[in-house]
């Protein structure tokens, strides 16, 4: 059982808190599991991205309290279960501490297996299919979790 889920992204206002509130809705209230987000280079206390916030509302979700922090080893290590947007992520937390790798996953690791793209800074249309692809990754790992 994993009660520490940790998403991980670069900045922490699209993707990762996009994957951490669609999870915390889907996993609903009583599930034991605490999720949360941070960036490898956070944009901290900085709130969601106004795209991918208003992609959420659209599908009955409310990320407005989101409000970015850096992910740091202290973080790393009392997470459970840490899933990152990209491999190049996965590699940078195994650089920042090692000692998690084992529990280091990629957030579409029941799909493709593919990375995330980053819709910072561009269209709506790229924020579109980001969600699609976190929202089909998310109910990848549902039956795990």
Not at 33 to 58: F, I, K, N, W, Y
Not at 112 to 141: C, M, N, T
Request: with cysteine; hydrophobic share 45%; proline share 3%.
């Amino acid at each position: 059982m994993f009660e520490r889920i940790l998403i991980v992204c670069v900045g922490n206002i699209c993707r990762s808190p996009t994957a951490e509130y669609l999870l915390r809705h889907r996993l609903g209230g009583d599930h034991r599991a605490q999720v949360s987000s941070a960036g490898l280079g956070a944009l901290v206390g900085h709130a969601m991205d106004a795209t991918s916030l208003e992609l959420l509302r659209e599908h009955g979700v409310d990320g407005a309290a989101h409000s970015a922090r850096q992910a740091d080893n202290a973080l790393l290590r009392q997470s459970d279960l840490i899933l990152a947007m990209e491999k190049r992520h996965i590699a940078e937390i195994g650089r920042m501490a090692p000692e998690v790798s084992g529990k280091v996953f990629l957030l579409d690791r029941w799909g493709a297996g593919a990375d995330i793209p980053d819709p910072y800074r561009q269209q709506r249309p790229a924020f579109e299919h980001v969600y699609k692809l976190i929202d089909g990754a998310v109910s990848g790992w549902l039956k795990y979790l």
